[in-house]
């Protein structure tokens, strides 16, 4: 019979030649062989084989327990490697949502500058047409007077030649016997020359005696006083349905009548919140059947609080909004 050939390593194989040494010896010496070759033989064999097996056993399960320790390593090692990776995408996501927060950041800067451009463009925009049309104004203006000194500007804390256009218009198509100003300067003057054409008279209403001063030396100066009367009206309280305000004094109003155009650019709207409103309750009952009224610097906020209570209060009265330079709300009333 023949036994088929067992691999193993060289110290396996050195093991399991000693072990069949080690049995055929003792086979020798118990006199085995010789009563019973083949049974004695077949022992031996059987004997070796079986050491020689479990030899190659204990080879296996010694590499097999260094295969345990290498893939015990390796299992280490895939952990601290996932543990990096996700390290680095926990990182990543923090960088990507990082920089998504800095491009969010920067888009809304670039539109919150992109506002204020506009913006600016549009304020710059509207500045170069209100220029253009203050200048068509004042060459208007300009073509209808033959001044006797030089002009007071226009425009600032002066009426501007976009708010006097239209009313020296209405003065010309309508000859108003009285102009009442609330408050008095540069437009005292260039009323005062259309109304030399109209026949007119201009009462000028002044509640600061230096400026009303002021007002009288420059109506003189062009030869005006015949015409523009400055008054000086100091600011006193003036009270209905429960509200109080600082208007000029009622002595100022004295001999005035058919009053055919108010324009009201004053008290000033530092003496008191809606400060023009007392002119139309005070001044329309002397006022003429045919008037119109001339609110200026009617985009303020008090100022147009003050032009929307006139339209409730004088039904009567026909308001019209202007855009202008500070804003101008016109009320008129025609009856023929």
């Known amino acids: 019979m023949r036994v088929p050939p067992v691999r193993c390593s060289s110290r396996s194989a050195l093991l399991s030649a000693g072990a069949v040494q080690a049995a055929l010896a003792a086979a020798y010496g118990l006199g085995a062989i010789g009563q019973r070759p083949f049974l004695s033989l077949f022992s031996v064999v059987a ?8 030899a190659r056993t204990g080879a296996i399960l010694r590499r097999t327990d260094r295969n345990t320790d290498r893939i015990q390593r390796l299992h280490e090692e895939l952990y601290r490697v996932e543990r990096r990776t996700a390290s680095w ?29 506009e913006k600016r463009f549009s304020s710059l925009d509207r500045a170069v047409h209100d220029t253009h049309a203050q200048t068509e104004a004042f060459v208007d203006l ?64 002044e509640h600061d005696a230096d400026h009303a001063r002021a ?23 003036w009270e209905s349905g ?30 008191g919140p809606t400060a023009r409103y007392p ?28 032009s929307d209570r006139w339209a409730a209060e004088f039904p009567e009265l026909v308001r019209s909004r202007h855009r202008g330079e500070k804003g101008l709300d016109t009320f008129m009333r025609s009856r023929t």
């Open 242 to 271: 429960g509200e109080t305000w600082r208007w000029y004094a009622r002595d100022a109003l004295a001999g005035l009548a058919e009053i055919g155009l108010i324009f009201v650019d004053g008290p000033p709207g530092a003496t």
């Open 215 to 237: 007002t009288r030396e420059l109506v003189r100066a062009h030869g005006l006083s015949d015409v523009v009367e400055v008054r000086l009206a100091p600011l006193e309280e």
């Open 89 to 117: 995408e926990e990182l990543g996501e923090s960088r990507h949502e990082e920089c998504l927060r800095a491009v969010s950041d920067s888009r809304a800067r670039m539109e919150q500058e992109f506002r204020l451009v």
């Open 47 to 54: 004997t070796a084989t079986v050491l020689a097996v479990f």
């Open 142 to 205: 300009r073509a209808l007077v033959q001044p006797r000194a030089p002009l007071p500007a226009l425009g600032g804390w002066a009426a501007s030649a976009g708010v006097l256009r239209p009313m020296i218009g209405w003065i010309l198509d309508n000859g108003p016997k009285t102009i009442v100003e609330c408050g008095s300067g540069s437009s005292s003057v260039w009323l005062g020359y259309i109304a030399e054409r109209t026949g007119s008279a201009v009462v000028a209403l």
């Open 279 to 306: 002119a139309l309750p005070l001044l329309l009952p002397l006022c003429a059947e045919t008037v119109a009224v001339f609110l200026d610097d009617a985009a303020r906020e008090q100022d147009r609080a003050v």
